[in-house]
């Protein structure tokens, strides 16, 4: 920083502080003028620039003590490699300089989170999307190829044809909704509305919405539910979603045998202590023990889930996402070989509301 800058920046304090001194001089002037008395111009000449005298030295003194600070201030301005360097920012000489470095540094600090955030947020967004496209690939390729069959087929085989280009559509379609609902996952507190919901109701829809999936897989599911825990609080659009993504995993992940005790889905809506449970247990192909931390992380598959070309790692995640935004929670067990256990908890609606409002 310039002297004329430093001096300027401050030239309100110089001119208060002569104003000042000349009401001194004024105020003494006309305290001794009743007795015949004036202060002389020498005096006041001397008195002048003794005070003049005195803020310069003072100025001096604070321009090198500042002159340091500003012109790490400037190196850093001056050169962009360093312009993320908040460390690197000198310490304050004085109260509010101090201040304002340590608010640079928390505003720093907010912006790198949330920058690393968005970073991981584009990153997982940009796997999706590759893993989505890669999956939606397949049934396209085996839709055309059956569409070309049909060319040289009998009408009894078409049935069978069509049978298949159906359940390939079905694929299809699941992989879409998934990539929906994964899209609208970040703006979820704009479409969310809590209320009582029939939650024995949205089970049963979700399980004839996947009836012909079930048939086609030999999986057979079973739905109890107690009658005090028919009705939770929730958001009745969101839950479903999570509980659909449940119910496909469970006939996505059965067992490829023809026994149906190796094809059960059975589902329990009870009421405990602390809330409502559904519990939805399976006797699938199961999930790995060293897996088990990790089936909640995105994009994560484990052993099993790369032995089924339709995994994409995403839907566990998108659950536990949607229980963490509801204020449910959601527990996995399971066994390798025999199944898996996914259980939804939902508090009382007092619990719920103290939850959401955090």
């Known amino acids: 920083m310039k002297w004329i800058d430093f001096v300027s920046d401050r030239m309100g304090y110089i001119v208060i502080y002569l104003v000042n001194i000349l009401f001194v001089l004024l105020v003494v002037e006309l305290a001794i003028l009743p007795q015949g008395v004036s202060l002389q111009t020498d005096n006041l000449i001397y008195i002048f620039i003794l005070s003049i005298s005195g803020i310069v030295i003072f100025l001096l003194i604070d321009y090198v003590r500042q002159r340091d600070y500003f012109l790490k201030l400037k190196a850093i301005r001056s050169n962009p490699d360093r312009m993320e360097r908040i460390s690197n920012l000198p310490l304050g000489l004085k109260r509010e300089q101090t201040i304002m470095i340590d608010l640079l540094h928390q505003l720093h600090g907010g912006y790198e989170d949330r920058l690393v955030q968005y970073r991981r947020q584009q990153e997982q967004h940009d796997v999706f999307i590759r893993q989505w496209v890669h999956q939606m690939k397949t049934p396209v390729s085996v839709i055309d190829l059956l569409t070309q069959k049909t060319e040289s087929v009998h009408e009894q085989e078409l049935r069978l044809v069509l049978h298949s280009i159906q359940e390939e559509n079905d694929r299809l379609a699941h992989g879409l909704d998934m990539m929906l609902q994964t899209a609208r996952l970040e703006k979820f507190e704009l479409d969310v509305h809590v209320k009582k919901v029939n939650l024995e109701q949205i089970i049963r829809s979700i399980i004839n919405e996947h009836k012909r999936a079930c048939i086609r897989s030999g999986v057979y599911p079973k739905l109890t539910v107690e009658a005090d825990a028919q009705y939770v609080e929730t958001d009745e659009k969101w839950i479903?979603?999570?509980?659909?993504?449940?119910?496909?995993?469970?006939?996505?992940?059965?067992?490829?045998?023809?026994?149906?005790?190796?094809?059960?889905?059975?589902?329990?809506?009870?009421?405990?202590?602390?809330?409502?449970?559904?519990?939805?247990?399976?006797?699938?192909?199961?999930?790995?023990?060293?897996?088990?931390?990790?089936?909640?992380?995105?994009?994560?598959?484990?052993?099993?889930?790369?032995?089924?070309?339709?995994?994409?790692?995403?839907?566990?995640?998108?659950?536990?996402?949607?229980?963490?935004?509801?204020?449910?929670?959601?527990?996995?067990?399971?066994?390798?070989?025999?199944?898996?256990?996914?259980?939804?908890?939902?508090?009382?609606?007092?619990?719920?509301?103290?939850?959401?409002?955090?």
């Open 240 to 358: 479903a979603v999570a509980i659909r993504q449940i119910v496909t995993n469970a006939i996505k992940y059965a067992k490829r045998t023809e026994d149906p005790a190796d094809k059960q889905l059975d589902i329990m809506v009870a009421k405990g202590i602390d809330g409502v449970y559904a519990s939805f247990r399976d006797t699938g192909i199961g999930i790995a023990e060293q897996d088990l931390p990790r089936v909640f992380d995105p994009f994560f598959t484990g052993e099993n889930g790369r032995k089924v070309g339709e995994s994409t790692g995403m839907g566990l995640y998108l659950v536990k996402e949607l229980c963490r935004k509801l204020g449910h929670r959601v527990d996995i067990s399971s066994i390798e070989g025999q199944g898996a256990t996914v259980t939804l908890h939902f508090p009382p609606a007092s619990v719920l509301h103290d939850i959401l409002k955090r």
